[in-house]
């Protein structure tokens, strides 16, 4: 099948502001009788052999159109009729999923990934409360099926501030509470690594908790620190915008008072409440900028680092599950479920302080509300009040999610590779790998045939260029290893390519591929490099900064970049 790919349509439109429609994992935490959620028994069931309630718990939606925003509403809806009518059950299979919204519910955070959803729920070993144990859920984030649902131990490390996609590198990255025990000796041999010395004081040293930037894999639920340090901040959201930059916000009180425009200002008339904190991805460590100082016992000047951004959001917030997502269209705004108050209400006096919560429907008590936070300025917009307060674990744009329609399946791709023997995969077609078993220390000879409008721009073995013959025939070297890649380049010759402003010749720039990413010689400094998804989302855009440039991408997708004047396509 002829395929031709022009630049032109592969630039994402960005989102309308007036019809924003956000999904999540969500549950009503306010009722009349405190924080229990509302569920109705159905009846037993005979066949399944259990009891089926319809609780709250579940995905919902709520739209934001510029004025105001809908209450959440359970999407896709549960029907008791559907499943249960003159007594009797007539869909045990549907039973059964309504039933299993009960279990969605993560409390020790959630993620969703390209149409998929992971929660996870802390809870004590029922035989003893020395073990905390970690329920693992997957489910459909269309369907709300429940994919898979399995234990892990403490020692997995799955709480976190929350879980998100990174569309650059293909990995999910999540703000993780660990110990400094739990960090491998690579990190805490860092010099830059942060020690507490007052944990050694307090006979707690290498004990002490904090939060650390961790990759996940969550097919294995496997979690990995990447930071050389821990962050004592109460975390309560991470997020990662399409352009792979990542946020987080802290949870903030209400020191100070409100000023006219509705947002929280300290005694020096700077917003304060929850704080916005950017992470370097591949550190792990908080962006920071110098501030000098002067010690005030001994006069001489010191340099210290503080959080690149100079002010608080202006909305204090509740150190309690939250959540924020960003719109592929749109890296500059982060939506943020967050709370309105620091988890105090308000009197009959009209004084802050901590009430009962049945007097949740008058004093304000853990109200929640949708912000819009600006990841320039690091401020935000309070949009709405959500009724009913409401709060999710996870949050995302209704198909604008910097992970949709990625070929990336959260759950299955590291197990789809081969697990024994010696194989090659084979990385030139637009529908995906193609693994071929082959033998140690002998070579193998491919023929590489192109579409209309592309050529063969490189081929390479494991990173290394092959040298392509004139019938169009490549050798690998001798196998030396389990897994190996030959991965084409394709470039675009057709009439569909984009005309580019002056920059180096094309002929002069080389792309070589490995599963590591791209790979970029003789182009100039100054030529623009934009990458895209398949389905035409920018993932990334840069300039030529040396005579040789790297580009990480993250294996198993179809990408097509744009280098100076040259355009190539490629699956790593």
């Known amino acids: 099948m002829t395929h031709i790919l022009s630049l032109a349509a592969l630039i994402a439109m960005p989102l309308s502001a ?3 429609k956000l999904n999540g994992v969500a549950n009503n935490n306010r009722h009349d009788d405190g924080e229990q959620m509302t569920s109705q028994y159905v009846g037993w069931n005979s066949e399944l052999q259990k009891p089926i309630f319809v609780v709250e718990n579940g995905l919902y939606t709520m739209t934001w159109d510029g004025k105001g925003l809908t209450s959440p509403v359970k999407e896709p809806e549960v029907n008791i009729e559907d499943f249960y009518s003159n007594g009797a059950y007539t869909d045990n299979t549907k039973a059964l999923w309504a039933a299993n919204f009960n279990l969605m519910y993560g409390n020790s955070g959630a993620a969703y990934v390209n149409g998929k959803i ?38 997995a490390l799955l709480e976190s501030a929350g879980m998100s996609y990174n569309p650059v590198d293909g990995k999910v990255y999540g703000l993780f509470y660990i110990t400094e025990a739990d960090l491998a000796e690579t990190i805490t041999a860092d010099p830059e690594y942060f020690v507490d010395d007052d944990d050694a004081d307090a006979g707690r040293e290498g004990l002490d908790a904090g939060y650390a930037i961790c990759t996940i894999d969550l097919a294995t639920m496997k979690v990995t620190p990447v930071t050389p340090g821990l962050y004592y901040y109460n975390f309560v959201t991470f997020a990662i915008n399409s352009e792979g930059r990542a946020f987080a916000l802290t949870s903030g009180g209400a020191a100070g008072y409100e000023g006219p425009d509705g947002r929280m200002y300290n005694i020096d008339g700077k917003l304060t409440g929850a704080q916005l904190c950017e992470f370097d991805l591949t550190t792990g460590l908080m962006l920071t900028k110098p501030q000098a100082g002067v010690d005030s016992e001994t006069g001489e000047p010191y340099i210290t680092y503080v959080n690149i951004y100079d002010e608080g959001t202006g909305y204090c917030s509740q150190y309690r599950r939250q959540s924020a997502c960003f719109s592929k269209s749109n890296p500059t705004k982060m939506y943020w479920n967050g709370y309105v108050n620091s988890g105090k209400g308000i009197n009959d006096n009209g004084s802050w302080t901590s009430l009962p919560d049945r007097e949740w429907r008058t004093n304000g008590k853990y109200d929640t509300a949708l912000y819009e936070v600006d990841i320039e300025t690091g401020r935000a917009t309070r949009l709405a009040t959500i009724a009913d307060r409401w709060t999710f674990a996870a949050l995302w744009v209704d198909g604008d999610d910097p992970s949709d329609g990625t070929d990336f399946d959260p759950f299955f791709h590291d197990t789809q590779e081969p697990t024994e023997g010696a194989w090659i995969a084979l990385q030139s077609a637009d529908g995906g790998s193609i693994w071929q078993p082959v033998e140690k220390g002998q070579q193998y000879r491919y023929f590489i045939q192109v579409s209309e409008g592309w050529a063969i721009h490189s081929v390479s073995f494991n990173g290394t260029e092959l040298t392509v013959d004139d019938e169009g025939m490549v050798t690998t070297p001798a196998v030396s290893a389990d897994r190996n890649r030959l991965i084409v380049v394709y470039e675009q010759t057709g009439v569909d390519a984009v ?33 895209y998804a398949a389905d035409g989302r920018q993932l990334s855009a840069a300039t030529v900064s040396a005579s040789t440039t790297d580009v990480p991408l993250a294996p198993g997708q179809l990408y097509i970049a744009r280098i100076g004047q040259k355009t190539v396509k490629v699956r790593l």
Do not use: C, Y
């Open 499 to 531: 005309e580019a402003p002056a920059a180096a010749p094309a002929a002069d720039i080389r792309v070589v591929a490995s599963d590591r990413g791209l790979h970029i010689t003789g182009a100039s400094v100054g030529d623009p490099i934009q990458v």
């Open 18 to 20: 007036q019809n924003l």
């Open 118 to 155: 992971v929660t996870v729920m802390s809870r004590d070993e029922q035989s003893t409360t020395d073990e905390e144990l970690f329920a693992v859920r997957k489910w459909d984030a269309k369907t709300g099926q429940l994919l898979s649902t399995e234990t892990k131990p403490k020692s």
